[in-house]
C-alpha cells in the first residue's frame, strides 16, 4: 500500500503521453489528408505534359464554341483557319501551372453553382494516348477525352477564377502563379479569339503576280508580273500596255508588304443581307495575288459607313469611314474589318508606282508609257 500513489502518478503520466501522442497523430493525419486532397485537386486541373494535347475542346452557355485542333504542330480552329499560335501557347501554358488557392467556402457554394449554370465555360481536354504505354513501348494510338472542367468568372479582387471538375460538387478559386489577375478570358469560347489575322503573308520571292483593280478609277488599275531574276513588270489595265518605265523601289515595297497583312476584326455577327448588298456592289478595290505554285486568292474591299458620325472641318459628316473598310476574303465565311494604312501598302494606285503625280487622270493615257525611274 506504501507504493500506490507513485504507481498511480506513473500511471496518469504514462495515460497523458499516450493521450498527447495521439492527438499529434490525429493533427498529423488530418494535415497529410488535406494535403493528399489538395494534390489530387491540383492533379485534376493540371495537364503534366501538354505535348500530348491534341484537341481543346470549348463552348459557353451561348452555345459560342470553338474546337482547336493541332495537326502536323500546326493548331487549327475549328479545322479550317490557323489559330493564332501565341493565344494557344499561353492557354497550354496556363493548363500547365495553374494552381488551386482554396475551395469556395460552403456558404457561397450554391450560388456560384448557380453562377456557372448561367456563365461559364465548359473546357474539354483531349490527349494523344496509347493502348500499351510502357517500357518505351507505345502501341495502338488514340485520341482520348481526359479533362472536363467549367471556368466561371473572376473572383471579387480579379485575382483569382472560379473553377469546377465535372462530375465533382467541390469548387475552388485557381490562380497562377506570377500573375496578377484572372484566366477566364484565356479559355475563351469565341471564334474570333482564336483565327489567326492573316489576309497575306507571302515572302516577294513566293509571288508571280499581283493584280490590283479600282472600281472608282479604272486607269488607276494595274498588274505586277514577276518575269523572274528579280525583274518584274509593270502593266496598266486599262490599256493593257507595259510601263517600260517606273519607280523600281515603290513597286519592291509594295510587294515585300505582301509578307504581312492582317485585318483588324472578324465581322462574323454583320447581318447576312449586309453581305448580299456587298457582293452586288462593285468593289471599292480588287486584290488578286497569285503565287509562284499558281495558287490564287482574292480580296474585294468595300467602303464602309461612318457609323462615328466624324465631320470635316467644316462640319460635315463623311458619307463614309475614313479609317476603315469591309473585306471580302478568298476562303473565309465571314467579312473582316480593314484599315486603310494597312491595305494602303498594297493597294497604291498606278500613278504612285509610276513616279508621278497624274493628278489630271485625263491626260493619264500619254503618260503611262513612260515616267522616270527612281
Known amino acids: 500500500m506504501i507504493f500506490k500513489p507513485t504507481i498511480e502518478i506513473k500511471m496518469k503520466k504514462k495515460n497523458y503521453w499516450i493521450i498527447l501522442f495521439s492527438l499529434v497523430l490525429l493533427a498529423l493525419s488530418i494535415l497529410a489528408i488535406k494535403q493528399q486532397k489538395n494534390r489530387t485537386i491540383e492533379n485534376d486541373f493540371v495537364l503534366n505534359d501538354t505535348s500530348r494535347v491534341e484537341k481543346i475542346f470549348m463552348v459557353n452557355k451561348k452555345n459560342e464554341q470553338v474546337e482547336l485542333t493541332k495537326m502536323n504542330n500546326i493548331w487549327y480552329v475549328n479545322g479550317e483557319e ?35 449554370a448561367t456563365n461559364s465555360v465548359k473546357v474539354e481536354i483531349y490527349e494523344h494516348k496509347y493502348l500499351i504505354d510502357f517500357w518505351g513501348l507505345q502501341w495502338f494510338a488514340k485520341l482520348k477525352k481526359t479533362k472536363v472542367f467549367y471556368v466561371g468568372s473572376p473572383t471579387r479582387d480579379f485575382r483569382g477564377t472560379i473553377m469546377k471538375m465535372e462530375n465533382s460538387d ?28 492573316n489576309i497575306f503573308k507571302i515572302p516577294i520571292q513566293n509571288i508571280l503576280k499581283v493584280r490590283v483593280e479600282f472600281g472608282e478609277d479604272a486607269r488607276q488599275s494595274y498588274e505586277i508580273v514577276n518575269t523572274g531574276n528579280k525583274n518584274f513588270d509593270l502593266i496598266a489595265l486599262f490599256n493593257n500596255q507595259k510601263q ?5 523601289i515603290r513597286v519592291l515595297e509594295e510587294l515585300a508588304a505582301f ?14 443581307t ?6 452586288r456592289l462593285i468593289p471599292l478595290r480588287t486584290i488578286s495575288l497569285t503565287t509562284i505554285d499558281q495558287k490564287v486568292k482574292k480580296v474585294k474591299l468595300y467602303r464602309r459607313p461612318n457609323f462615328d458620325q466624324k465631320p470635316d472641318f467644316d462640319g460635315t459628316i463623311f458619307s463614309y469611314d475614313l479609317d476603315r473598310m469591309y473585306a471580302l476574303v478568298d476562303g473565309m465565311k465571314h467579312p473582316v474589318s480593314t ?4 491595305i494602303d501598302n498594297i493597294t497604291r494606285p498606278l500613278s504612285f508606282l509610276l513616279g508621278t503625280k497624274m493628278a489630271d487622270t485625263q491626260n493619264m493615257e500619254g503618260m503611262l508609257i513612260g515616267s522616270e525611274v527612281k
Do not use: C
Not at 517600260?244 to 523600281?248: A, F, K, L, N, P
Not at 509578307?259 to 465581322?267: D, Q
Open 82 to 116: 490557323t489559330a493564332i499560335g501565341e493565344n494557344v501557347n499561353i492557354l497550354l501554358s496556363t493548363l500547365m501551372k495553374i494552381q488551386i488557392r482554396q475551395p469556395i467556402s460552403k456558404a457561397a457554394h450554391n450560388t456560384i453553382v448557380k453562377q456557372l
Open 170 to 197: 467541390d469548387i475552388y478559386i485557381t490562380y497562377l502563379p506570377g500573375f496578377n489577375g484572372y484566366l477566364t478570358e484565356r479559355f475563351s469560347a469565341y471564334y474570333a479569339d482564336w483565327i489567326n489575322h
Open 244 to 248: 517600260d518605265r517606273y519607280d523600281t
Open 259 to 272: 509578307r504581312s497583312i492582317n485585318y483588324e476584326s472578324l465581322l462574323d455577327k454583320l447581318d447576312s
Open 274 to 279: 449586309k453581305i448580299d448588298s456587298l457582293n
Open 339 to 342: 484599315q486603310y494604312f494597312v
